[in-house]
């Protein structure tokens, strides 16, 4: 006769098999998956995934006339970054990092909004509270496997004295290109 106290452990035993079966193969999936996470982060840090990098800095080279009180850029019509400060402080940073990063090979276009804060003294002291702002867009060409250096510079144009404070306050943009293996810290071969 069948003991049912020895069936019942046979088949504890056979789901016991089955659960152990189903463990294994689930840690050889997660570690499958661990390997293919890793091979792609090591691909993203080393660059090796195909693309194009930005690196986007403004510069700060306006005179003692105007104070920058707010900076907005965007890139392709999204806010990439934007400060707002009335105390003066960013009249401080000749230099700002907006953005480095990662963007998709082709045309873009970045758009820039200063305000400048008037600091009339002397002759000019009619400046004082007044808003000045320069706006302008720049396109570019983000190139597969390329890193581009754009710098955008508020500064002024023109004189005091011939020119009228309201359109003073200007953009320039600067735009270098580096090949993959400048990004790679390896010198270019000159053209």
Known sequence: MNNPIAAAAGQNAVRLRDLERHVNELKEQIFRSKARLNLLKETVLHGVIAGAR???????????????????YALDGAEIYAATDETG?????KEIQVFDGAIVPGNHT????????????GLFSYLKGYRFTAKSSHTFTAGEG?????????????????????????????????SDKDVAGKPAAKK
């Open 54 to 72: 930005a690196t986007i800095t403004h510069k700060n080279e306006m005179g003692s006339m105007y104070t920058p009180v707010r900076y907005v």
């Open 89 to 93: 402080k960013l009249a401080e940073k």
């Open 110 to 121: 970045l758009s820039v909004q200063m305000i400048y804060q008037g600091n009339g003294y």
């Open 146 to 178: 390329k890193q581009l250096q754009l710098k955008v510079v508020g500064y002024e144009k023109g004189n005091p004295v011939t020119t009228d404070p309201k359109d003073r306050p200007s953009v320039d943009f600067r735009e270098s290109v580096l």
